[in-house]
C-alpha cells in the first residue's frame, strides 16, 4: 500500500524523512501521477519549508489593512481541495469503511474537491467517480479524466447541488455493494483538514507576518463557502486569537444564507444554494456577499497580459508581484480577495492589522471562461483594466454585509433543516447538537485519532 502522510506530516511536511520528501518533489515535476505527491499536500513553497503565500499589495487592495493570501496553486491538482479529499478518504480508509479494489468511491462536487478526489482516488488503488453539475468549466471535467477518474454531468451549474444528491442516492440504490459516497459537504475529514492544518499553517505564518509587516494578530479570515472547509480554518485561528473574525462570503446572485436567496452564478466552486452540514455558522463573524460578474472582471484583469501592464504601468506594482498574481489567482480566489477588502472597509481596519483569505486554484481551469469574457465584452484594453481596479476594488462598497449577530447565527444554523433533515437523512437531535461548542470541538479533538490510526496502518503495512 502507498505510504499515507498524517495530519501532523501535512501540517509539517519538514517531519518527513528527508529522502522521501526528496522523492516527492522530484515527482511534483517529473512523475504528478506517482502516489508519492500525497507527501505534496501541504501549504508550504515547493522545495521549501517556507509558508506559501503573498501580500497583496496596496496599490491593488486600496486599504490600509494588510491582505495576505494563502497560495494553493502548487498542491498537487493546483488547488488546497485535493487536501480535503485525502482527509475524507484516509479517514473512511483506516476506519475499515472502504477497501481498493473492492469499492468506487464517489465525490459529489462542482469543481475542486471533485478534482481531489479524481486524483487521490487512483492513487490509493480506488475505482473514482466525480458528479457535478453540466455546467462547470471544460478545464474541470478535462483534468478529472486526466487523472484516471469517471464523471457524471448533472443538471445545472454552480448551485443546483441538490440534484448531485439525488444522482449520489440513485448510485447508491443500484450498487449498493460497491458505491460509497464521500461528501465532502458532510464528511468532518475535510473539516478537520482544514480546522488543522489550514488553520494552524496560518497560526504559524502570524509570526512571520507580525515580524516582517509590525501587524498584531490575525484580524479577520475571509472564505467564500462551498462545502464550507476552508472556513473551518478560522475556527482553529480563533482559538489563538480570540479576536479574529470569521467572514464567510457567497455569490450576490445566490445568497443561500444572506436572505434565503438561490440562483445560479458564475464563481466556480463556491454558493452551492444549501448550508453545509460541516459549516460552524454559529462562530461566523460576518457575512458577505460578492457579485460574480465583479469576480470574473478582476480575474481577466489579473491573468490577462494587459491587465498585468495596466498594474505596472498605472497603478505602480512591482513587475514580480504582478507576475505572481497572474500565476496565483482563480475566480473563487478573487471573490476571497474582493471579500477581504469589502472586510477591511466594513470593519475599519487599519495597517496593523491583517487578514488573511485564500487564492484556492489559479486561472488554468478558467482559460475558456476568460475566452467567454473576451467574447461578451471584448478584449481587455488599458482603459477598462484602469476602470475595473478603481471601480471593483478601491470603491468596493460595504453592502450586502450581515454581522454575526446570535439571531442572524441562529438562523444560519436552521437553513441546514432543510437539506439535512428533510432531505439527506440527518435528525433534529443530530442538528440541535451543532448548537453546542463541544460538539465542535470533539469533532476537531480526532485528528489525533486519524493520526494514530494512519501511523498503525503504515507500520502493519511495513511489517
Not at 494563502?70 to 488547488?79: E, I, M, N
Not at 485535493?82 to 459529489?108: D, M, Q, R, W
Not at 451549474?157 to 444522482?167: A, F, H, L, R
Not at 445568497?255 to 452551492?272: K, W
Request: aromatic share 10%; charged share 25%; proline share 4%.
Amino acid at each position: 500500500m502507498t505510504l499515507l502522510p498524517t495530519f501532523d506530516e501535512m501540517l509539517h511536511p519538514q517531519r518527513v524523512s528527508a529522502e522521501l520528501r526528496a522523492r516527492a518533489e522530484r515527482a511534483r515535476v517529473e512523475d504528478p501521477l506517482d502516489p508519492i505527491n500525497l507527501f505534496n499536500i501541504h501549504w508550504r513553497k515547493p522545495g521549501s519549508d517556507a509558508i506559501n503565500y503573498f501580500v497583496m499589495p496596496h496599490e491593488i487592495t486600496g486599504v490600509e489593512a494588510e491582505i495576505v493570501v494563502l497560495v494553493a496553486k502548487d498542491f498537487p491538482t493546483g488547488s488546497h481541495k485535493v487536501g480535503p479529499a485525502y482527509s475524507v478518504l484516509v479517514e473512511k480508509l483506516v476506519k475499515g469503511e472502504i477497501e481498493p479494489g473492492k469499492h468506487t468511491l464517489v465525490f459529489p462536487s462542482t469543481g475542486n474537491y471533485g478534482i481531489g478526489g479524481a486524483w487521490v482516488g487512483p492513487r490509493l488503488g480506488f475505482k473514482s467517480m466525480v458528479i457535478l453539475p453540466e455546467g462547470m468549466s471544460r478545464e474541470r471535467f478535462e483534468r478529472i479524466a486526466s487523472y484516471g477518474a469517471t464523471y457524471i454531468k448533472t443538471y445545472g451549474s454552480e448551485s443546483n447541488v441538490k440534484e448531485i444528491y439525488d444522482e449520489c442516492k440513485r448510485l447508491v440504490q443500484e450498487r449498493p455493494d460497491e458505491v460509497r459516497i464521500l461528501n465532502q459537504f458532510s464528511e468532518m475529514g475535510n473539516y478537520r483538514f482544514h480546522y488543522y492544518v489550514t488553520g494552524n499553517t496560518v497560526v504559524e505564518l502570524e509570526r512571520e507576518l507580525s515580524a516582517k509587516l509590525g501587524t498584531r494578530g490575525i484580524a479577520a479570515f475571509c472564505s467564500a463557502m462551498g462545502s464550507a472547509g476552508t472556513i473551518a480554518a478560522g475556527d482553529r485561528l480563533k482559538q489563538v486569537f480570540p479576536e479574529c473574525k470569521i467572514i464567510g462570503l457567497e455569490p450576490v446572485q445566490c445568497s443561500t444564507l444572506y436572505n434565503n436567496g438561490y440562483g445560479s452564478h458564475e464563481i466556480q466552486g463556491i454558493g452551492d444554494k444549501h448550508v453545509t452540514w460541516i459549516h460552524h455558522v454559529t462562530n461566523m463573524d460576518g457575512l458577505a456577499c460578492i457579485d460574480d460578474m465583479e469576480c470574473l472582471k478582476i480575474t481577466q484583469v489579473f491573468t490577462d497580459p494587459v491587465g498585468t501592464e495596466t498594474l505596472i504601468k498605472h497603478f505602480g506594482v512591482k513587475p514580480e508581484d504582478a507576475e505572481q498574481i497572474a500565476n496565483i489567482f482563480g475566480i473563487s480566489g478573487v471573490c476571497n480577495l474582493i471579500g477581504a477588502i469589502k472586510t477591511a472597509k466594513h470593519f475599519g481596519f487599519t495597517d496593523r492589522e491583517v487578514i488573511v483569505t485564500v487564492a484556492t486554484d489559479n486561472n488554468d481551469r478558467y482559460r475558456s471562461v476568460m475566452q467567454w469574457m473576451t467574447e461578451r465584452y471584448g478584449p481587455l484594453t488599458e482603459a477598462e483594466a484602469m476602470c475595473r481596479v478603481r471601480s471593483i476594488l478601491h470603491h468596493q462598497k460595504t453592502d450586502w454585509y450581515q454581522d454575526g449577530t446570535p439571531e442572524n447565527r441562529r438562523r444560519w444554523h436552521n437553513l441546514k433543516y432543510y437539506t439535512w433533515v428533510e432531505q439527506q437523512g440527518k435528525t433534529v437531535e443530530e442538528l440541535n447538537a451543532q448548537l453546542d461548542p463541544e460538539w465542535w470541538h470533539a469533532e476537531q479533538a480526532k485528528v489525533h485519532e486519524i493520526n494514530e490510526r494512519i501511523a498503525a496502518l503504515r507500520e502493519k503495512v511495513a511489517s
